[in-house]
């Protein structure tokens, strides 16, 4: 990489790094820290949604199901879209206009206002444990770029860095530098797919007619998938937007219903079309390129998601490498910061909330400034044991999905609040996803674990509901 490169990276790291500093000075509280005033608008909080969402690790785990599958490997994303929107018309108006929430940081807080405390804690866990899974995803999709674009730079050297930038700037920030600068990073990011990587790497490759002859006709499919692909996307991805946390917070940050409505909408029409083909269209060029030997790779062990930065750092000139490298690790960075901040406030919060209470604002504020740095150590441990950025990011979805899904919906939805049947369901949802994923074994109709652990919570949420409803009836006086 050209020098000019390197100061362009370095310069646009210190950028973030700085607006961190800044809005560690004017924060005031755990309401700037975690839910940025709560009077942000539309466009702020839609683009920060999606780039929370999408970030760093779908934009290489895109180009990973690019170079594997073609253009149908943008359908991941289609459930994003439906997600964003069903929770535009079902969620926001429930969790936005009631008083009761208008003070709540984070998603455990509804859990334990709609059942109890206990119900709270044990969803704070799961929240903590699903968004320090994803934070590493996030530091190893960054580390990935910076490897690939560094050939001299190992993997888990690359990771260390990775982690120190993203780290250190989140601890600095809180939410409300985490949504402003999230604008700025997802605006250099799409313009750095539609100026820069699209254009340069087809031409590189020779053009569309190369293009053609070089692949075979299911890469230029959307049908080249299967049902349980698309399932397992859907049981996966579309829930995740009704027991996000860093979806919470954003809808605890707006100004109002209608503004949190709006910026959903948004959110979901930049995840697909507009995301999800520049995505997958890149790793489709990379994969060109492996296959007509113009980047440098072991064939053999070649990781499909290391594809798209080997073919970056190959075709991009100096000057504008170092402009394209900054668009993709400003989107690692504006998913990474989000996951900390939601960690964080579950510690802070939720588990830690009735100590601080009694704390100043500026101590609550500077132990979640701790909190947050100790999380993002945590995390880097996290992704020093994994390689796939997809496979972490997909199970810590699926182990937030299949113990939340099935409480909050009840509970916010149904008026079905029994704690006991909430608590058993979450814990028995994430512990047999966790169980069958850490078992790996092929599973009936080759479906995730993830439908498996959402039906068992299910069926424990409604047995136990039904059974505490029936014994509570029966112990009623009865009247003469």
Not at 37 to 49: A, E
Not at 116 to 126: M, Q
Not at 436 to 442: D, Q, R
Request: some cysteine; hydrophobic content about 55%.
């Amino acid at each position: 990489m050209a020098f000019i490169d390197l100061a362009i990276f370095f310069v646009y790291m210190a950028v973030m790094l700085g607006v961190g500093y800044y809005f560690m000075h004017t924060n005031t509280g755990q309401d700037d820290y975690y839910v940025g005033g709560r009077s942000l608008g539309s466009w702020h909080i839609g683009l920060s949604v999606v780039a929370t969402d999408v970030g760093g690790g779908f934009s290489v785990g895109l180009g990973g199901l690019g170079f594997a599958m073609g253009l149908s490997g943008s359908w991941m994303l289609f459930t994003g879209l439906l997600g964003a929107w069903l929770a535009a018309v079902f969620l926001i108006p429930v969790v936005r206009s009631n008083p009761a929430f208008e003070k709540f940081y984070t998603l455990p807080q509804i859990f334990q206002y709609l059942f109890d405390r206990k119900v709270g804690i044990t969803a704070a866990i799961i929240c903590f444990v699903g968004y320090l899974g994803f934070t590493s995803s996030q530091l190893l999709a960054g580390a990935k770029l910076a490897s690939g674009t560094f050939p001299e730079l190992e993997l888990n050297t690359a990771l260390w860095i990775m982690g120190a930038i993203a780290v250190i700037y989140t601890v600095l920030g809180g939410l409300k530098a985490v949504i402003y600068t999230d604008t700025v990073q997802w605006i250099i990011l799409l313009a750095g797919f539609i100026f820069i990587g699209l254009p340069v790497s087809y031409f590189h490759v020779g053009g569309w007619e190369v293009i053609r002859e070089t692949l075979p006709d299911e890469y230029f499919s959307l049908t080249n998938l299967t049902w349980q692909d698309l399932a397992n996307w859907g049981i996966t991805i579309l829930p995740i937007w009704f027991v996000g946390m860093t979806l919470y917070q954003r809808i605890y940050a707006s100004k109002d219903v209608k503004s949190a409505k709006k910026a959903w909408y948004i959110a979901g029409v930049f995840e697909w079309p507009i995301m999800a083909f520049m995505g997958v269209s890149l790793g489709v060029l990379a994969k060109v390129a492996f296959e007509l030997d113009m980047i440098a790779v072991d064939k053999e062990n070649m990781d499909p998601e290391m594809g798209l930065p080997i073919l970056l750092s190959t075709v991009l000139p100096a000057g504008i490498m170092g402009l394209m490298m900054s668009a993709y690790f400003s989107a690692v960075l504006s998913t990474a910061d989000s996951c900390l901040m939601a960690a964080s406030g579950n510690l802070t919060t939720d588990i830690f909330g009735r100590w601080l209470k009694r704390k100043p604002d500026q101590y609550s504020m500077r132990l979640s400034q701790l909190f947050t740095l100790l999380i993002g150590v945590v995390a880097l441990v996290v992704a020093l044991q994994m390689t796939n950025v997809l496979d972490l990011m997909l199970y810590s979805y699926a182990f937030m999905v299949s113990g939340l899904l099935v409480p909050i919906l009840a509970g916010l939805f149904w008026s079905m609040r029994s704690p006991l049947a909430a608590l058993v369901a979450m814990v028995l949802g994430g512990s047999v996803t966790a169980g069958l994923s850490v078992w790996g074994k092929e599973l009936p109709l080759g479906l995730d674990p993830n439908f498996f652990g959402v039906l068992a919570s299910l069926a424990a949420f409604l047995l136990i509901f039904l059974v505490t409803k029936n014994k509570n009836q029966n112990k009623s006086p009865k009247v003469k």
